[in-house]
């Protein structure tokens, strides 16, 4: 089978160019989600991932409509491809069922890896420097804005559990709770620390900034 998925941000937004699209491209089920990118529970993606079978083939309008990130985009594909699954996207060109396809996403999978690594190595350097400050002038917090802002950028990646986050941050994981969610997202104590309403906040934040 050829099953399609597509998904707008709002209600506001029409379906019709990738509807049209999918069924151009011959599938033979269509499945969709009306909410953000960012959100992590899509109900229509859900269900397409819990119906295809291996030998299908999941086909989308653009990349972009089915992850939030490049790395869950190259972390969903994979699992496609363990359980036998290919991925067509129309307006890109890619379809991991060919030699072509795979070795392109071969390159967007390094890419995940490069950009993971860096926000790692940004978060070490803000932690540590945020320790030398913390020696410098006498006593740290137990949060400071640098930890915090890296608490946010790193549960912001759901790969990373929050104990070990609260480990590498020198903190309790109750602290760690204390200022921001699962997802990474600030909580009242977090606005108060940095001095920022919340819609300036971004869990993305550099460490050093």
Not at 41 to 59: F, K, M, N, Q
Not at 131 to 141: C, D, F, L, S
Not at 199 to 206: D, F, K, L, R, W
Request: charged letters at 25%; aromatic letters at 4%.
């Amino acid at each position: 089978m050829q099953i399609g998925y597509m998904r707008v941000s709002t209600a506001e937004q029409s379906l019709n160019l990738q509807r049209d699209a999918l069924e151009q491209a011959g599938c033979d089920r269509i499945l969709e989600d009306v909410c953000s990118g960012r959100l992590s529970e899509r109900p229509g993606l859900e269900r397409v991932l819990d119906i295809i079978r291996a030998g299908d083939t999941l086909i989308v309008w653009k990349l972009d409509r089915i992850g939030r990130s490049l790395p869950h985009i190259v972390g969903l594909v994979g699992d496609l491809q363990n359980r036998g699954v290919g991925l067509k996207v129309l307006s890109g060109d890619i379809d991991t069922t060919t030699a072509a396809g795979r070795l392109v996403f071969g390159i967007f999978a390094t890419l995940a890896e490069f950009e993971r690594d860096l926000i790692h190595e940004r978060t070490m350097a803000g932690l540590a420097a945020a320790r030398a400050r913390g020696r410098a002038g006498g006593r740290p917090r137990v949060m400071t804005r640098q930890k915090l802002k890296a608490a946010m950028a790193l549960m912001a990646d759901r790969d990373n559990a929050a104990r070990e986050v609260a480990q590498q941050l020198g903190v309790s994981v109750s602290t760690l709770y204390a200022y921001v969610d699962a997802k990474g997202q600030p909580r009242k104590a977090a606005m108060e620390l940095l001095g920022k309403p919340r819609s300036t906040i971004a869990p993305g934040s550099e460490a050093t900034s």
